[in-house]
């Protein structure tokens, strides 16, 4: 496993604690349960100095969630060579769960 | 549309990148709870469009949150969000003041709800029901 993937999987984990929000991928489907791989990973990219994340907002407002997120998903940059790298949290779309009061 | 959250030093901030169709998705809900609005118009593109979302969110295992009738444009330099909406309303109502409530209504959801306010919000009546689209 390399850094990058290492990194891909604790910062998903980290995201999974976060209410609200989750990984913008199909990890819901039937065929996502079907393949031996976490299709989660295609949320995120990760370059020298940019970690982006890719989200589906679950509820608003949306700005408590992200800031949330970021506490967390900064932790997990603490100590990898990704410390300094700027993070994007790129919000894809909102559930129509999340409108209804 | 990206805002900074300054909690960080500058050099490790968090960005946060709002997409134009949670800007849509937020104003269609908000437009259509608004009286006197009968329905959100989507139009030949919008139906086109919408039928690519609701596929895209089926991939993603999402109920899709209507967005159709709404159109979101989101500038970056400078920072910009304008939203266009297409609607019927009722006879029963006052055209302009309908219109006048939606943008008062898509504007403060959008902002609650994203944290970016809207420097526009378009209101196009398609269509007016005589009879307050009851019958």
Same mark, same amino acid.
């Given at each position: 496993?390399?850094?990058?993937s290492?990194?891909t999987a *604790?910062?998903l *984990?980290?995201?999974r604690?976060?209410?609200?929000?989750r990984a913008a991928t199909p990890s819901t489907t039937a065929a996502a349960s079907a393949v031996p791989w976490d299709l989660d990973v295609m949320a995120v990219?990760?370059?020298?100095?940019?970690?982006?994340? =890719?989200?589906?907002?679950?509820?608003?407002?949306?700005?408590?969630?992200?800031?949330? /997120?970021?506490?967390?998903?900064?932790?997990?940059? /603490?100590?990898?060579?990704?410390?300094?790298?700027?993070? =994007?949290?790129?919000?894809?779309?909102?559930?129509?769960?999340?409108?209804?009061? | 549309?990206?805002?900074?959250?300054?909690?960080?030093?500058?050099?490790?901030?968090?960005?946060?990148?709002?997409?134009? &169709?949670?800007?849509?998705?937020?104003?269609?809900?908000?437009?259509?709870?608004?009286?006197?609005?009968?329905?959100?118009?989507?139009?030949?593109?919008?139906?086109?469009?919408?039928?690519?979302?609701?596929?895209?969110?089926k991939i993603k295992g999402?109920? &899709?949150? &209507?967005?159709?009738?709404?159109?979101?444009?989101?500038?970056?330099?400078?920072?910009?969000?304008?939203?266009?909406?297409?609607?019927?309303?009722?006879?029963?109502?006052?055209?302009?003041?309908?219109?006048?409530?939606?943008?008062?209504?898509?504007?403060?959801?959008?902002?609650?709800?994203?944290?970016?306010?809207?420097?526009?919000?378009?209101?196009?009546?398609?269509?007016?029901?005589?009879?307050?689209?009851?019958?």
């Amino acid at each position: 496993m390399t850094a990058r993937s290492e990194l891909t999987a *604790s910062l998903l *984990s980290a995201l999974r604690e976060v209410p609200g929000l989750r990984a913008a991928t199909p990890s819901t489907t039937a065929a996502a349960s079907a393949v031996p791989w976490d299709l989660d990973v295609m949320a995120v990219d990760i370059t020298e100095h940019v970690v982006e994340i =890719r989200v589906v907002a679950l509820s608003v407002p949306i700005p408590p969630l992200t800031e949330a /997120a970021g506490a967390v998903l900064r932790a997990v940059l /603490a100590g990898t060579a990704w410390e300094n790298a700027s993070l =994007r949290l790129v919000v894809t779309d909102v559930d129509a769960g999340a409108l209804i009061p | 549309m990206t805002r900074e959250q300054p909690q960080a030093p500058a050099t490790r901030l968090v960005e946060t990148v709002i997409t134009p &169709p949670v800007i849509a998705a937020v104003s269609a809900h908000a437009a259509a709870k608004v009286p006197g609005v009968v329905r959100l118009e989507p139009g030949l593109r919008g139906l086109a469009g919408s039928l690519t979302r609701i596929a895209r969110q089926k991939i993603k295992g999402l109920e &899709p949150a &209507p967005t159709e009738g709404v159109r979101a444009f989101l500038e970056h330099d400078p920072p910009d969000v304008r939203v266009e909406i297409d609607l019927s309303l009722s006879g029963l109502d006052q055209a302009a003041a309908t219109a006048q409530a939606v943008q008062r209504a898509v504007t403060r959801a959008v902002t609650e709800a994203t944290g970016l306010t809207p420097s526009a919000v378009s209101v196009s009546i398609l269509d007016i029901e005589i009879r307050g689209g009851l019958l």
